[in-house]
């Protein structure tokens, strides 16, 4: 049948991503899969697959589940904070905001299977999409019921931050936060990292990976760069 697939795939626990994928595969099936149930006489199943507005409800789940696996891969990996989870948790939530809002006039662009079916959605559709973007914007805040109020502030900036944004039952921390922001030395090392980091971080640099660049920038040891590009293996042309 030339279809970009030879055949579906079938969920698995043990690969938390299989579900979407599973969707996904479907949803690029759908023509080969109704074709397949019509040959093969599977009247219920055709039926189903028929029914009004199931192509769409099928391409609105593709188009979910790929920016929900999106998101938990983001979550994933060694060396991230607890305040990137927030921001990215954070983030979703505002832009699923932002899609009921398009949704409601109409626009279906950022769901991208969903608008190869149709164009411009109806109120039929409108409606659909709408009310499980905020079953689901209701459930990420009901499993994340402190999303709101966490903040980031504290580490980002702990010389600016006001004391209250510790509770004021931990009062060891909130006296030492008070010491930290009236020690100077550490506001200066602090502003030379910040500044460091935007001189190093530049537009034509944006993906770098500035760890090991800025411990070098910061270091009062002065680094001997001949000693370590020697001891580089050179890549060798092909």
Known sequence: MDAAHETILFRTAVRWLSKGNVVQRVSELREEISLF????????????????SFEIRLAYLDDIFKQLN????????????????????????????????????GNLAMLETVSEIVEKSDAATQNLITQHLEALEGEFKRYFPDIQSLTSR???????????CIPDDNDDAQTELLTLQEESRARMKFEAAFSQLLHI???????LEVKHDLRCAL???????????DNLQQHPSH
């Open 201 to 207: 971080k530049r537009k034509h640099r944006n993906r």
């Open 219 to 229: 270091s009062e040891t002065k680094p001997r760069i001949k000693n370590l590009v």
């Open 37 to 52: 149930l019509r040959i093969q006489n599977k009247q219920d199943l055709l039926s189903a697959w028929s029914a009004d």
């Open 154 to 164: 504290l580490v980002r900036f702990p010389f600016t931050a006001p004391v209250t």
């Open 70 to 105: 999106t998101l938990n891969l983001e979550l994933q990996g060694k060396g991230s904070l607890i305040i990137d989870f927030v921001d990215k948790i954070k983030a979703f939530i505002r832009k699923m905001e932002n899609w009921r809002r398009k949704v409601g006039v």
